[in-house]
């Protein structure tokens, strides 16, 4: 059978967490064995489950869980668990788990029967003959998950198998999460070492999915009761710190008091609470600050009917009391991946104790504690049309759902799927990143521009070259963060993946199943690109390549460079001028497109044309040295770039240049720099930023502003200057708007001019 355990929970009971308990369970038993009720009403056993479900929905048709109980009741008659109690009373425990959480009535009627299919003579063509497909579709996605055997062999493919389920209908997942909730507070009677097994196999996977699911209540308490099982001493301790403070005045009720006294005088109708932490929770606390007071041992959740009323508790709050501004996180403006939504922030009260407040609307509430399960029934009614046999349509599968789908259906290797499994849902974080079509790509936290070709792109991902990350010219090791703009760029034939397929390094800026399977499938088919010598290796073409930071592998960097180049014509290009004494050629840089010469630039070598390399942008009077490339061009870097440390530890070999009129540091023309402003967020900095760089004369060829972060802004401006002397004075112009307080140049960090 799927659930043999006893009834005797060998676990104290987490504060403040909704569960069913002995009494509940004795009765479900005392009613099971006394039988049905009579016809036209509810059977004794299910009647507080209909209580329950009624109160998170007031029209609900209770017949159908009169049925379904029914059906399940005569089913298991006669089964028994190992603690003697009938069986039944175990689809009754789970069904109230969910029905505390709000599910809809189909998933509490699945629910019910949960275990029929499997452990009884019940077909499943009945229960879709009784109860319609949806329950049907239900009940047979739990059966195949509860049809596994949890040795350590088959743990891969049972959590495939859990996987593809959640995928088709998260309800599943649901269903199967409260089914292991109530046999874990029951698992005494097991062998330690099974207890143990079982407890693993929870913290690794199902855990970290009620955790994707958004499943708060339920992970919550698989979190204490898997941290009871495998780490006993540090339960114990931290039982025992919960005890000792459990018989002291508590900081929170004063402090939630307080809170009720400036939202009341603020005319803001508010409920706050004092929300304990839990056992694990606690102890992630104590390692994190050491010795921990009353207000570490819980928050204060304050509910309001709207989201205006969020932010204007925040107000108050900030307004009232010392706010701890590296304690604000706004995730109802950004919710997180698992659909929580809270605005959470800390402040100091009278007597410096920090309280750590948590701000949600009622609805953000049962969301929060619910996730999936509060959003009823997601689904279309009927199989969408295009949905492959045996699945549906799901306008609302997470992302990181989707993601997890695709790859696990091209992972033939068990063991690699396993491990693949585990590192994806370590993942606790998701980050948006904006594509440069408009659209939106998630990604998990720490995922590189890798991740995003493959998530974007699939196998097609092999010919990618390149990227721009918000607007700038990486490596695809970049790791990408929360508000990038991404642009990737292709080979211009994409079939080619011989030459521009992946190399052995991409591996290790992979954080993604999807990538590292794809990479290492492409590895295993093409064995001899992994040895032979990448072509044009050791000759970058143009010096905007050197832009690139964290070049682990130069054909990346050099295949962007070739596609940056096929996409626009911006490199500050040289065409030869006079001749200069020693052998030497005079040329001028000039602006693509305008005719005029920006920097005249001597260089010993004869016939060559000159770049200005874009990732320092030298001006005169800048010391400078230059490499020779390919198809007789130099470019020419500050001697200090880093670009130019790593053509000299590859061993290139410098040519010499310098600047016309090196001695009164003239250059005789325009110049382009690149400045990075940092900056306090406000309003019309931009425009503030530009008008001071008008008015020295600078003109502005380009210009990109990062999105805020902890209310600091980046902003890149390339500018053309008529004359180089004067960029001392910009720079001290740009510094002098109100909230800059920091100009630099590309290429490394250089204060303002004072």
């Not at 929870?202 to 919550?220: C, M, S, Y």
């Amino acid at each position: 059978m799927s659930a043999e355990a006893t009834d005797q929970a060998p676990f104290g009971r987490r504060r403040g967490l909704p569960r069913i308990d002995l009494r509940n369970l004795r009765r479900f038993s005392r009613a099971a064995l006394l039988g049905s009720a009579s016809r036209g009403r509810l059977p004794d056993a299910i009647e507080h489950v209909a209580k329950v479900h009624r109160a998170h929905h007031p029209g609900a048709d209770l017949d159908v869980l009169r049925n379904a109980y029914v059906l399940a009741e005569s089913s298991h008659r006669g089964q028994m668990r190992k603690s003697g109690e009938p069986y039944i009373t175990h689809p009754l425990a789970v069904t109230l788990i969910l029905a505390e959480l709000g599910a809809e009535t189909t998933t509490l009627t699945a629910s019910l029967l949960h275990d029929t299919v499997e452990d009884t003579d019940v077909t499943l063509d009945q229960v879709g003959e009784q109860f319609g497909e949806e329950v049907r579709f239900l009940v047979d996605g739990v059966t195949k998950l509860e049809k596994v055997d949890y040795g350590a062999a088959a743990e891969p493919e049972t959590f495939r198998k859990m996987l593809v389920a959640t995928g088709n209908d998260v309800r599943v997942m649901s269903i199967k999460l409260a089914d292991r909730l109530h046999n874990m507070r029951t698992l005494g009677v097991m062998r330690p070492e099974k207890q143990a097994r079982i407890a693993k196999v929870t913290g690794d996977v199902l855990i970290p999915l009620a955790e994707r699911l958004g499943v708060q209540a339920l992970k919550t308490e698989l979190e204490d009761l898997v941290f009871a099982i495998l780490h006993p001493a540090e339960y114990a301790r931290t039982r025992e710190l919960l005890q000792a403070h459990a018989d002291r005045p508590d900081p929170l009720a004063q402090a939630a008091e307080d809170v009720r006294g400036v939202l009341q005088e603020a005319g803001i109708t508010a409920e706050v609470l004092v929300r304990p932490r839990h056992f694990v929770s606690v102890h992630r606390a104590g390692i994190k600050r050491g010795e921990l007071t009353g207000t570490d041992l819980g928050r204060l959740l304050v509910l309001v009917s709207d989201d205006a009323d969020c932010y204007a508790v925040l107000g108050e709050l900030h307004t009232c009391f010392t706010p701890v501004i590296s304690e604000f996180k706004d995730f109802i403006a950004v919710p997180k991946f698992n659909l929580y939504q809270s605005l959470h922030t800390a402040v100091a009260g009278r007597d410096g104790e920090v309280t750590e407040v948590l701000i949600r609307t009622h609805q953000m509430h049962r969301v929060a504690e619910a996730g999936v399960i509060a959003l009823g029934n997601p689904y279309a009614p009927t199989e969408g049309a295009d949905a492959p046999e045996g699945e549906r349509a799901d306008p609302t599968r997470p992302g990181w759902l989707s993601r997890l789908l695709d790859w696990q259906s091209a992972t033939p290797d068990p063991d690699i799927f396993w491990t693949s499994l585990r590192d994806d849902l370590a993942q606790d974080r998701e980050i948006t990143v904006f594509r440069s079509d408009g659209g939106t790509l998630g990604l998990p936290a720490g995922a590189s521009c890798v991740d995003a070709a493959y998530a974007l792109y699939g196998d097609d991902a092999h010919s990618c070259i390149g990227a721009r990350v918000n607007g700038r010219i990486a490596t695809l090791s970049t790791v990408l963060r929360d508000g990038d703009t991404l642009q990737l760029l292709m080979a211009s034939d994409t079939r080619d993946t011989a030459s521009h397929g992946p190399s052995p390094e991409w591996l290790d800026h992979a954080r993604t199943p999807a990538a590292r399977i794809a990479i290492n499938r492409w590895l295993a088919a093409h064995p001899a690109s992994q040895h032979e010598p990448r072509e044009a290796a050791e000759e970058p073409e143009s010096a905007s390549e050197l832009t690139v930071q964290d070049a682990h592998d130069t054909q990346d960097a050099q295949n962007a460079q070739d596609a940056q180049d096929a996409q626009d014509t911006q490199d500050a290009q040289v065409t030869p001028g006079s001749e200069a004494p020693q052998g030497g050629q005079t040329v001028a840089a000039a602006s693509p497109g305008a005719g005029r010469p920006e920097a005249g630039i001597v260089v010993d070598l004869p016939g060559a044309t000159v770049r200005l390399a874009r990732c320092c942008t030298p001006v005169p009077p800048d010391a400078i040295t230059g490499f020779a490339v390919r198809g007789g061009a130099v470019t020419v870097h500050r001697e200090r770039c880093a670009g130019a440390a790593r053509m000299t530890s590859a061993g290139r070999t410098a040519v010499g240049v310098r600047w016309v009129d090196e001695d009164d540091g003239e250059g005789g023309g325009d110049y382009r720099v690149t400045l990075f402003a940092e900056a306090f967020s406000r309003p019309h900095l931009l425009a503030d930023l530009t008008e001071a760089i008008a008015a020295e004369g600078a003109e502005v060829v380009a210009a990109a502003v990062e999105p805020p972060r902890e209310q600091r802004v980046r902003h890149t401006y390339t500018l053309q200057l008529p004359d180089a002397g004067r960029l001392p004075t910009l720079m001290r112009a740009m510094r002098n708007v109100p909230g800059v307080y920091d100009v630099t140049r590309e290429g490394r960090r250089m204060a303002a001019a004072r």
